[in-house]
């Protein structure tokens, strides 16, 4: 592991009992841990949307400038979702 910068935060009263609880039940050896723990998960979560901004949403983006008639009317894709919600909430007994 890289040389340890050690820091000061100060965190709600939420986010340090939770952490004291993963310690306490023995899931990490420490608040650090737990720390290091989270952010590597933003850091996964960062690197994941930041390939799907490059991978797909650009070159949606480039074609669409390029060829503007391909785009959809805002209120047309407002409209494809609201129908969506609607069948989505309708089916399986109400629930969304």
């Known amino acids: 592991m890289a040389a340890a910068e050690k820091r000061t935060f100060s965190l709600p009263s939420e986010q340090a009992d939770y952490i004291d609880r993963l310690v ?6 420490s608040g650090s841990e737990v720390i290091r723990a989270g952010l590597r998960a933003l850091q996964e979560r960062d690197a994941i949307i930041e390939q799907w901004l ?3 949403v650009v070159p949606v983006a480039v074609a669409t400038l ?5 785009a959809i009317p ?3 894709a407002f409209d494809e979702v609201r129908a969506l919600h609607k069948r989505r909430k309708g089916g399986a007994g109400g629930a969304a």
Request: glycine share 12%.
């Open 24 to 29: 306490a039940r023995g899931a990490y050896a």
């Open 54 to 56: 490059r991978d797909e």
């Open 66 to 70: 390029a060829d503007p008639g391909r």
């Open 74 to 76: 805002a209120a047309d």
